[in-house]
């Protein structure tokens, strides 16, 4: 609690939301920066140097749940584990990359996720927001409109 100088009121102080092990692994494994959408700071064969989605999946999702990471991907995006990148945009919503990330809602999560002015499409990032989602963000919800695709493949 603290005293706001202005009304004299007590207002509680929000306590910073512990640690968990996504934050861990988050601050160990950030590149140093993302790549803008067009990726003109990268040489021409950066998409080559990423890592293939199996191994981001391998990254920010626990093992029990890279199949239904691999499920998800595949009926948003049409996504498979051998791929360095997705150009899947939907027409409509916007919604981008592997995940169908919204960009109404993507300086928020990715913001809240670690990865805070990355672009929308960043292999990593789009990852790393997904996996957020799933387990500090609500679960499988955010996938909802998909799920008769994903649930029982």
């Given at each position: 609690?603290?005293?706001?100088?202005?009304s004299s009121r007590?207002k509680?102080?929000?306590?910073?939301r512990p640690?968990t092990?996504?934050?861990?692994?988050?601050q160990?494994?950030r590149?140093?920066?993302p790549?803008?959408?067009?990726?003109?700071c990268?040489?021409d064969?950066?998409e080559?140097?990423q890592?293939?989605?199996?191994g981001l999946?391998?990254e920010?999702f626990d093992?029990?749940d890279?199949?239904?990471?691999?499920?998800v991907?595949?009926c948003?995006?049409?996504g498979k584990?051998?791929d360095?990148f997705s150009?899947?945009?939907?027409?409509?919503?916007?919604?981008t990359?592997w995940?169908q990330?919204?960009?109404k809602?993507w300086?928020e999560r990715s913001?809240?996720?670690g990865?805070d002015?990355?672009?929308i499409n960043?292999?990593?990032?789009?990852?790393?927001?997904?996996?957020w989602?799933?387990y500090?963000g609500?679960?499988?919800?955010?996938?909802?409109?998909?799920?008769?695709?994903w649930?029982?493949r």
């Amino acid at each position: 609690m603290r005293v706001d100088a202005e009304s004299s009121r007590i207002k509680p102080v929000k306590a910073p939301r512990p640690a968990t092990s996504f934050d861990r692994f988050l601050q160990a494994t950030r590149p140093p920066g993302p790549c803008p959408e067009d990726r003109h700071c990268h040489d021409d064969d950066w998409e080559a140097k990423q890592p293939t989605l199996a191994g981001l999946v391998g990254e920010y999702f626990d093992r029990a749940d890279h199949p239904w990471a691999y499920r998800v991907v595949f009926c948003e995006s049409s996504g498979k584990p051998t791929d360095r990148f997705s150009e899947a945009k939907h027409p409509g919503s916007g919604a981008t990359g592997w995940f169908q990330h919204l960009p109404k809602f993507w300086g928020e999560r990715s913001d809240a996720a670690g990865f805070d002015g990355w672009p929308i499409n960043h292999p990593r990032a789009n990852v790393a927001v997904a996996a957020w989602l799933f387990y500090d963000g609500g679960g499988s919800r955010h996938w909802a409109p998909s799920e008769r695709c994903w649930r029982n493949r």
